[in-house]
C-alpha cells in the first residue's frame, strides 16, 4: 500500500493515513477498538514527530 488510505484491522483499530510500504507514514489517525486515538505523525509504522494521543478514560498527550 502506497498514499492515502484507510486500513482497518481485525482486531478493530483503524488507520486513516498516507502509506509507504504498508506501513503509516507521514500524516494519520489511528483509532484504537477501545476508544483511543492517535492523529499526528508517522515514520515507517510508528508514532513520530507532532502528534496527539488521547486514552479511552480522556486523559490525553500532546507533543512529540
Known amino acids: 500500500m502506497n498514499g492515502t488510505g484507510s486500513w482497518f484491522g481485525a482486531g478493530g483499530n ?7 510500504d504498508g506501513l503509516p507514514h507521514r500524516q494519520g489517525t489511528m483509532v484504537l477498538a477501545d476508544g483511543g486515538r492517535y492523529s499526528g505523525e508517522y515514520k515507517e ?5 507532532q502528534g496527539s494521543l488521547t ?10
Open 14 to 20: 483503524e488507520y486513516v493515513a498516507e502509506f509507504k
Open 45 to 49: 509504522g510508528k508514532m513520530f514527530g
Open 55 to 64: 486514552f479511552a478514560d480522556a486523559s490525553r498527550y500532546m507533543g512529540e
